[in-house]
């Protein structure tokens, strides 16, 4: 990303500062240059970027695509909740049948938020929400290590209006399986 | 090429810099009492007949920023009598009366003079009632660098006015979609322009956050390394982007104390958020809030010895202030069921924030000691993500009152609420950067 980066950059940042000089008379501010480091060549994050399991959310929205069904059923929460509604609980219930005739398969969880409200505390709400479907699943017999989970906020909304109805489908946790190997 | 000289320069004409008004300290509310002055297209004192643009950019820089501030109310320029091209920029070269019969308080003229590609500009400020010069500046640059003398002496006229310079200079960190379907961030001058796209890669860019020297930005960016988000510092001197710390769950975004020595983030554990601090290496050296609930959004206070942050531990999220000595975090927040994205002042007696009002998000201020929260917006739309000017006198934050989100800034009581960004996306999270000078 960075070597793609416009030179005018570089040359923006450095007229933040505009160098006070001596005048003739009275100088009455001191210089303040820049510690300018010549970018010798743009370096590089520091390893490339591997690409998300195209099953996830993240994946699908790379590709430009809604996501896609799987064999496990999303569940859904209230506003500002992270508790397991007794409805979710009876999807976690149907899920854990699937991954309990589906040994090998590994599964990630995914945390989503409504657009209501701040990005930062949606991230740490949907890990909640992730979470608490882990847990869930694991008291039914699911071994931890093969449920991962991730948070996306309200980063990636299935539903993009402004309703009730749209906010309810995006609270939501919804299960990609992304191996069918066993955890190691 | 990527290097350009620092070749601009500042002389100062030796005039008093002690402020010379008062009236327009703190707040003007009634825009009918705000400062009337006029600012002259600047004369060409050069040969060149190339100079037309320059002579009204100039001049439209210093009004812009004028008019971003508050404070003064700028005459028309069809009302003006005088051409700038035959008239004189030094005292007793004009006529003060062209100026007085319009109204006009005080005044901006000047005059530039172009030498291949380098510019010398003379900006004065006069008092047009005392027919005196208040101060006078001459700077050097590149013709291309004309917006930044501008903003310079904008900053100065505010100095003269109110004994603290402007923020004209500074910078906006902020993230949009107007590249696509992703957030990336990006930098522009508080004005809009020289808007620079610092995140391209096609994944979910966030929170930008700038150090106290103002050369670098954190920003948390999903699956560099791990699946979750890891923090990353761009270094806008460099170029170079560096991982800062990735893995062990969601990294939400890093802020610099204000002496630079630790960093603090909201980590996730487990699905559990808590907030740490880190070494300028990025090493965890403390965990500041250990409990079930969520805390997250950490801002500190200016003498860094305290953080507020947002946590739910009372059931919905609020805002709590905690001494890093030790001690209990203290709750701030008790009205609304919805308070998050808590910004310290500059000046260290207010902390603004985002709170739901009827289904809606508002900007309000707080005394950090406790009381009555004051509700800074009250337009259709969302207003979210308050954030300082380095003077405590202004608030960025991002609305969507005109339909998409963008960027806002606003008096630091509200007023003067005036649009900054306007790319075709939606442009959210503003981080104001600290001075640069």
């Given at each position: 990303m960075?070597?793609?980066?416009?030179?005018?950059?570089?040359?923006?940042?450095?007229?933040?500062?505009?160098?006070?000089?001596?005048?003739?008379?009275?100088?009455?501010?001191?210089?303040?240059?820049?510690?300018?480091?010549?970018?010798?060549?743009?370096?590089?994050?520091?390893a490339?970027?591997?690409?998300?399991?195209?099953?996830?959310?993240?994946g699908?929205?790379?590709?430009?695509?809604?996501?896609?069904?799987?064999?496990?059923?999303?569940?859904?929460?209230?506003?500002?909740?992270?508790?397991?509604?007794?409805d979710?609980?009876d999807?976690?219930?149907?899920n854990?049948?699937?991954?309990k005739?589906?040994?090998?398969?590994?599964?990630?969880?995914e945390?989503?938020?409504?657009?209501?409200?701040?990005n930062?505390?949606?991230?740490?709400?949907?890990?909640?929400?992730?979470?608490?479907?882990?847990?869930?699943?694991?008291?039914?017999g699911?071994?931890k290590g093969?449920?991962?989970?991730?948070?996306?906020?309200?980063?990636l909304?299935?539903?993009?209006?402004?309703?009730?109805?749209?906010?309810?489908?995006?609270?939501r946790?919804?299960?990609?399986?992304?191996?069918?190997?066993?955890?190691? | 090429?990527i290097?350009?000289?620092?070749?601009?320069?500042l002389c100062?004409?030796?005039?008093?810099?002690?402020?010379?008004?008062?009236?327009?300290?703190?707040?003007i509310?009634?825009?009918?009492?705000?400062?009337p002055?006029?600012?002259?297209?600047?004369?060409?004192?050069?040969?060149?007949?190339d100079?037309?643009?320059?002579?009204?950019g100039?001049a439209?820089?210093?009004?812009?920023d004028?008019?971003?501030?508050?404070?003064?109310?700028?005459?028309?320029?069809?009302?003006?009598?005088?051409?700038?091209?035959?008239?004189?920029?030094?005292?007793?070269?004009?006529?003060?009366?062209?100026?007085?019969?319009?109204?006009a308080?005080?005044?901006?003229?000047?005059?530039?003079?172009?030498?291949?590609?380098?510019i010398?500009?003379?900006?004065?400020?006069?008092?047009?009632?005392?027919?005196?010069?208040?101060?006078?500046?001459?700077?050097?640059?590149?013709?291309?660098?004309f917006?930044?003398?501008?903003h310079k002496?904008?900053?100065?006229?505010?100095?003269?006015?109110?004994?603290?310079?402007?923020?004209?200079?500074?910078?906006?960190?902020?993230?949009?979609?107007?590249?696509?379907?992703?957030?990336?961030?990006?930098?522009?001058?508080?004005?809009?322009?020289?808007?620079?796209?610092?995140?391209?890669?096609?994944t979910?860019?966030?929170?930008?956050?700038?150090?106290?020297?103002?050369?670098?930005i954190?920003?948390?960016?999903?699956?560099?390394?791990?699946?979750?988000?890891?923090?990353?510092?761009?270094?806008?001197?460099?170029?170079?982007?560096?991982?800062?710390?990735?893995?062990?769950?969601?990294?939400?975004?890093?802020?610099?104390?204000?002496?630079?020595?630790?960093?603090a983030?909201?980590l996730?554990?487990?699905?559990?958020?808590?907030?740490?601090?880190?070494?300028?290496a990025?090493?965890?050296?403390?965990?500041?809030?250990?409990?079930?609930?969520?805390?997250?959004?950490?801002?500190?206070?200016?003498?860094?010895?305290?953080?507020?942050?947002?946590?739910?531990?009372?059931?919905?999220p609020?805002?709590y202030?905690?001494?890093?000595?030790?001690?209990?975090?203290?709750?701030?927040?008790?009205?609304?069921?919805?308070?998050?994205?808590?910004?310290?002042?500059?000046?260290?007696?207010?902390?603004?924030?985002?709170?739901?009002?009827?289904?809606?998000?508002?900007?309000?201020?707080?005394?950090?000691?406790?009381?009555?929260?004051?509700?800074?917006?009250?337009?259709?739309?969302?207003?979210?993500?308050?954030?300082?000017?380095?003077?405590?006198?202004?608030?960025?934050?991002?609305?969507?009152?005109?339909?998409?989100?963008?960027?806002?800034?606003?008096?630091?009581?509200?007023?003067?609420?005036?649009?900054?960004?306007?790319?075709?996306?939606?442009?959210?999270?503003?981080?104001?950067?600290?001075?640069?000078?």
């Open positions: 960075v070597d793609r980066l416009s030179a005018s950059l570089y040359g923006m940042m450095f007229f933040a500062f505009l160098a006070l000089t001596g005048c003739p008379t009275p100088a009455t501010t001191k210089p303040e240059a820049p510690s300018a480091v010549r970018p010798s060549a743009a370096q590089k994050a520091p490339s970027r591997p690409a998300p399991p195209p099953s996830s959310s993240l699908a929205a790379q590709r430009g695509t809604a996501p896609a069904g799987g064999p496990l059923k999303d569940i859904h929460f209230d506003f500002d909740k992270y508790d397991l509604r007794a979710a609980r999807v976690l219930k149907a854990a049948g699937w991954l005739a589906n040994g090998s398969a590994r599964v990630e969880i945390g989503h938020c409504d657009e209501r409200g701040t930062e505390y949606n991230l740490a709400l949907g890990a909640k929400r992730a979470q608490a479907a882990r847990d869930y699943l694991v008291t039914l699911i071994a093969r449920l991962s989970t991730i948070s996306y906020g309200e980063e909304p299935v539903c993009k209006e402004q309703n009730e109805g749209c906010w309810q489908k995006n609270r946790a919804r299960s990609v399986v992304v191996s069918a190997r066993p955890a190691s | 090429m290097f350009r000289a620092l070749a601009v320069f100062f004409w030796g005039l008093s810099s002690q402020p010379l008004y008062s009236q327009v300290k703190g707040t509310v009634n825009p009918a009492e705000r400062y002055m006029a600012i002259s297209p600047l004369k060409n004192l050069g040969t060149g007949e100079g037309a643009k320059l002579s009204v100039i439209d820089v210093i009004i812009r004028l008019e971003l501030s508050g404070w003064f109310r700028i005459l028309d320029r069809s009302a003006y009598i005088e051409d700038p091209q035959k008239t004189g920029i030094t005292l007793g070269d004009f006529d003060f009366r062209d100026w007085s019969v319009i109204g308080q005080a005044l901006v003229k000047g005059g530039f003079h172009l030498q291949g590609d380098e010398t500009v003379e900006l004065r400020l006069f008092d047009v009632y005392q027919a005196n010069q208040m101060v006078g500046k001459k700077y050097t640059g590149k013709v291309r660098d917006r930044r003398i501008a002496f904008a900053d100065e006229i505010i100095f003269q006015f109110t004994g603290v310079p402007g923020v004209f200079n500074t910078r906006i960190a902020y993230v949009s979609t107007a590249g696509g379907r992703f957030k990336q961030v990006y930098v522009s001058h508080l004005d809009g322009t020289e808007r620079v796209q610092v995140t391209k890669d096609p979910i860019n966030l929170f930008p956050s700038w150090s106290p020297d103002g050369q670098s954190f920003y948390s960016t999903y699956g560099y390394l791990e699946r979750a988000p890891g923090l990353y510092r761009f270094n806008l001197f460099t170029g170079r982007d560096a991982r800062f710390l990735t893995g062990g769950g969601l990294n939400l975004g890093g802020k610099w104390s204000p002496d630079g020595k630790f960093v983030i909201p996730e554990r487990q699905g559990n958020v808590n907030i740490f601090l880190l070494d300028p990025g090493k965890i050296v403390r965990r500041v809030t250990d409990d079930a609930a969520i805390d997250v959004s950490p801002t500190w206070s200016p003498e860094g010895d305290r953080l507020a942050f947002i946590s739910n531990r009372s059931g919905s609020q805002i202030i905690l001494e890093l000595a030790g001690g209990k975090a203290r709750r701030l927040t008790y009205s609304g069921g919805y308070n998050t994205s808590p910004s310290w002042s500059p000046s260290g007696d207010k902390i603004a924030y985002t709170g739901r009002v009827n289904g809606r998000f508002q900007i309000f201020t707080i005394p950090v000691q406790g009381g009555d929260p004051q509700q800074l917006t009250s337009s259709a739309g969302d207003n979210e993500d308050a954030s300082w000017s380095p003077d405590g006198r202004f608030l960025a934050f991002a609305s969507s009152r005109q339909g998409r989100y963008h960027i806002y800034v606003m008096q630091a009581g509200g007023e003067n609420q005036q649009r900054l960004t306007g790319s075709g996306g939606d442009d959210t999270n503003p981080s104001w950067s600290p001075r640069f000078e």
